[in-house]
Structures are given as C-alpha cells and as structure tokens.
C-alpha cells in the first residue's frame, strides 16, 4: 500500500489567474513555481464542499410551483466561456429517450459567508468533489462518477475574467475551477475538462458551496452516517497539533449544518487519510441524503428555505438558469429508484512520480464508452429502448419462458450470508435480476458485473469450504444450479442461460445474445476496479466509508 498522498490543494492554486493551465496573457512561469514552494499558511482547514445540488435535482419534483418565486437567486456562468469544440450530443431513440449528463461541482469558496463554515483564509475557490451524474435514457437509473480532485489531466484552453484564453496544459483536475482566481471559480473550465477527458458531452453543470449544503442538511433535519471510529479536532484540522474535543463519535448518527461539513470533508483520522476514502463518504453520504428525501418526501414547509438557501448558493449553466428550468429537469428525474442510483470512483492509481493520481487506462475509457452505450454498471440496456410491441403475423407463436419461483421470504440469519453475484451471459440486466432476487430472501447480496465467460449454460454457485451449507442455501433460490467449490472467499453466483430464460430475458446461442430490437451495441465489460467499489443509494450506510489502513 503506497504511503497516504497529499490532496492537490497547493497545486490548484497554480492555476489562480490562468497560471496553472498556462496563461496567454503571458504570465511569468517563476512566480507560480515560487508559489508551489511556499511554505503553506498554517491554520487553514483542509476542507470540501459537497454536491448536495445534485440530490436537489433528483428529487425537484417534490417542490413544483415554488421554484418559480425563485429565479432572482440563481447564478449562471458565461455560455461564451463553453468550449466550441465539444463531443457530440446524445442522440434520442425513436421513443425520444436520451440520456442526460449533468456535472456537480462542490465548491469550498471562501467568499461571502462560506468561511464561517469552515472556508479558512485563502482567496479563490476550488472544486475538491466532482461527480459526473449520468442519467440513463430510460429515466430510472443513474449513476455518479466520482473525479479525484489530485488527478493529473489534459486541461484545455479555458477562458478567464479578462475575456483571455489559457493555453492548456496537463494538470489536477482541480485546478481548472480554479482558472482566473475568482471566489466563484470557473465551472466552465472543468466542464470543458470533464469533455476533454471523457468524450462526454456534458448537459448541464451545477456548483453548490458551503451555504447551500449547510442549508439543505438542515431543511432535511439532518442526515444519517457512519463512522468506523469516533472523529476529533485534531482530525479535522490536523494544524491543530493535538487531539483536542470530540467532533463526531463513532457508529451511526444524524448530522446536519457544521457537522454535515465536517464529515464530507474530513480526510485526517481515518483509513490512510486520503482522499479516496473521503469521496466514499462522500458518496455514502450523498446516498443517505438522496435516500432520506425520496423516502419521507418534502412538504411545502420545508422545501421552501431549503429552495430558497440552495439557490442562492448555486451557479449553473445557461441550460438551467431559471427555477421553471429546474423543476422540469428535476420532473423528469423522479422515477429513479434508489436501488438503481449508483456511485462509482474513475478508475485510478498513484502515481510513482510524484504524490498525486493517474487515471487508470483502459479501464477508464471503458466506463466511460459503458455510459456512451447506456448501459449500466452492472451491464443492464438502459437505453430505454423496448422490444418491437407487435410480431409478424405469420410469426410462429412463441413458448412461454419458465418463470422463476418467487423467492422465500427468508430469515434473518440470510443477512450474514454475502453473495457477490455475476452475469455468465450476455443478457443484459440478469446479474441485477438475480440480486433482487437474492435481497428478496434477505441475502447480503452485490452486482459485481459480467463474468469472465459469458457462455454459462447453467447457473453455478461457488463456495468457499468454510460456506457450503450457506451455498446451499442461495441455491434454493436458483432450481438446476449446480455448487462448486472454489479456493475464492465467499460466495458467487454466476448466471446463466437458463435463469435468463426463466426471466425472458433472452438465452445466447455460439455465445451471441438475442437481440432487443433497436438496442445500442454493448460496451465491453467493465473491469473490476470499477464494478467491485459500487455503491447503491440503498446500501448499509457503514459500509465502504473508508479506504487504506492507519488513522
């Protein structure tokens, strides 16, 4: 395990004024190598903002007319400022399907009053969570890709205050919001470098900071977390040089305002204090949110000072610059089921050359064709698109596929029992079939993705030799399923063609599926590295909050 890296806080700072990305106004190179050597101030807190908008938008629909009192709070950034080369927009089906990107920028500006909540001293702004939240065309799945902030990539030339263009330049990830120094930062510098990077075309852009996220956990009456171990000052601010109160005890509990802030942004204390177990909490954290507010709902009482104080902390771009804007893209999010909301970090590694990160190749170009495709981590068609509705009329009439039992109501004792679950075909959407179906019986079970070879005739169940009986008991749920043991730790189910044929979900044949109709070509696989650390928004909150060992 490589030893704990720092953040990118001071390398961000380069890009201050359009240095970072290089400046074509012409700006000297040796102040900002002088600036990377500065001695960093002490008492400034390492600190995150949250992408608390993005939950807003999933569940706008709950609010309607009110947003329309609110179109004098809202900011939007230069449409000028958007690059002009650009990847392609999404395409819709016949059905009018199209899926929709939309980037949540956390911002920790130390304007205004953001730094009574923690904002420090330094000027400027900077974007330490970025999630790319895509919004499959069938409107009942996303996922959220969380972007490390200290990732080395491409920037490209992006304009600043003055109306000039920077260059570009291999850089962090952060340090494009941080082009031209401004307390508002520069939401369209990393959207332009979320494309670049990507080849994704981004819909729309929000940026929430401190305010709104203080103001959302309030209007909520917090939100449920959980930490590993209890948090104190020192954590939080380690320039603090000692252990000092108490902040947030360990286990489950409910927070809201300052002390939601302390947990997205704490690093120190925990795992190997990285920032790779801060964006699982993070998205831990933006689970429990989505969840808690798709759950109870939001009355008019409540959603108003939560509309009201969000807004008037975001920036979003020209697509969304008005409240009746907003509410009709949070309309048409309203059916995503929390289970089928899921959160993934980009493929990544340390580098060996310095302390920051390197995006993961090809692993991370096979996410992103994976979301091109519309299709789902768990390799279901999200597409929208739905088999033909009439036949042929001479179309032979087709045999009824088997169905699957219903699944046995289960014990309590299931719950100890983890399943990681495969898809042994190439029908997609089986292994998230036979998940449910394993939840439904109170199992412990995860979609861990396509399995190495997609030609299992019949679904196989492997077991380590401390699990056989528990096998067994996953096995009731699979009638034909053969057991095997496996030097592997646990449990896998890999399914095969005769549960997709129990499902009519399709069987292949010389190893091709049967086709939907109008169903974009599959993406390949997509690698452990990103299949295996999902979080769905429904998943234990204790669990997958930290990463590394220490602290």
Request: aromatic fraction near 4%.
């Amino acid at each position: 395990m490589p030893a704990p890296r720092s953040g990118g806080r001071a390398e961000a700072r380069r890009a201050a004024q359009g240095k970072g990305a290089g400046a074509a106004d012409g700006t000297s190179a040796g102040r900002a190598a002088a600036r990377r050597s500065a001695k960093p101030k002490k008492n400034v807190k390492k600190i995150v903002a949250w992408s608390a908008a993005g939950v807003l938008v999933l569940v706008a629909g709950a609010g309607g007319a009110i947003y329309y009192k609110l179109n004098a709070n809202i900011k939007s950034f230069d449409a000028d400022a958007i690059a002009a080369d650009r990847p392609p927009e999404a395409k819709a089906d016949a059905d009018g399907n199209k899926p929709v990107n939309v980037l949540l920028i956390g911002s920790d500006s130390r304007g205004g009053n953001n730094s009574d909540l923690g904002g420090g001293e330094d000027g400027g702004a900077r974007s330490d969570t970025t999630i790319l939240l895509h919004v499959y065309a069938d409107h009942k799945h996303a996922v959220g890709i969380s972007i490390p902030r200290n990732a080395i990539v491409p920037i490209p030339s992006c304009k600043l205050p003055n109306g000039k263009w920077t260059k570009g330049g291999n850089d962090l990830f952060n340090a494009a919001f941080s082009v031209g120094g401004s307390d508002g930062g520069n939401p369209a510098c990393t959207q332009n470098t979320v494309e670049k990077v990507t080849g994704i075309r981004v819909d729309h852009t929000m940026v929430v900071d401190f305010n709104g996220f203080a103001a959302m956990t309030k209007a909520v009456n917090g939100v449920d977390i959980c930490l590993p171990k209890p948090i104190y000052e020192g954590d939080i601010n380690p320039n603090l040089h000692k252990k000092g109160n108490l902040v947030l005890p360990q286990g489950k509990q409910t927070v809201e305002g300052q002390q939601a802030l302390d947990y997205v942004r704490l690093r120190h204390g925990i795992g190997d204090g990285s920032d790779i177990g801060r964006m699982k909490r993070q998205q831990a954290f933006m689970s429990s949110l989505a969840t808690k507010m798709k759950k109870e709902g939001l009355s008019p009482t409540n959603l108003l000072p939560l509309a009201d104080a969000a807004t008037k902390s975001l920036t979003v771009d020209p697509g969304l610059d008005s409240a009746d804007k907003l509410l009709s893209f949070g309309l048409s999010l309203k059916n995503i089921d929390m289970h089928d909301l899921k959160f993934v970090t980009a493929p990544w590694r340390y580098r060996t050359q310095d302390a920051n990160i390197d995006l993961v190749q090809p692993d991370a170009n096979k996410l992103w064709e994976t979301l091109k495709a519309d299709q789902t981590i768990d390799g279901q068609n999200a597409t929208g698109q739905q088999p033909d509705a009439g036949g042929s009329p001479s179309a032979a009439p087709q045999q009824a596929a088997p169905s699957t039992p219903p699944a046995p109501a289960g014990d309590a004792s299931n719950a100890s029992i983890k399943v990681a679950v495969y898809n042994g075909t190439l029908a997609n959407g089986l292994a998230g079939k036979a998940t449910d179906l394993l939840k439904g019986a109170k199992f412990t079970a995860t979609t861990a993705g396509q399995a190495a070879n997609t030609k299992y005739k019949t679904t196989t169940i492997e077991y380590s030799s401390s699990q056989k009986a528990n096998a067994e008991k996953v096995a009731a749920l699979f009638p034909g399923a053969s057991l095997e043991p496996s030097s592997a730790r646990g449990i896998s189910v890999i399914v095969g063609q005769d549960f997709a044929a129990a499902n009519g979900m399709g069987t292949t044949t010389g190893g091709t599926a049967s086709a939907t109709p109008g169903a974009q070509t599959p993406a390949a696989p997509l690698p452990t590295t990103v299949t295996n650390d999902a979080r769905s928004a429904d998943d234990d909150i204790c669990a997958n909050t930290t990463y590394g060992s220490g602290g």
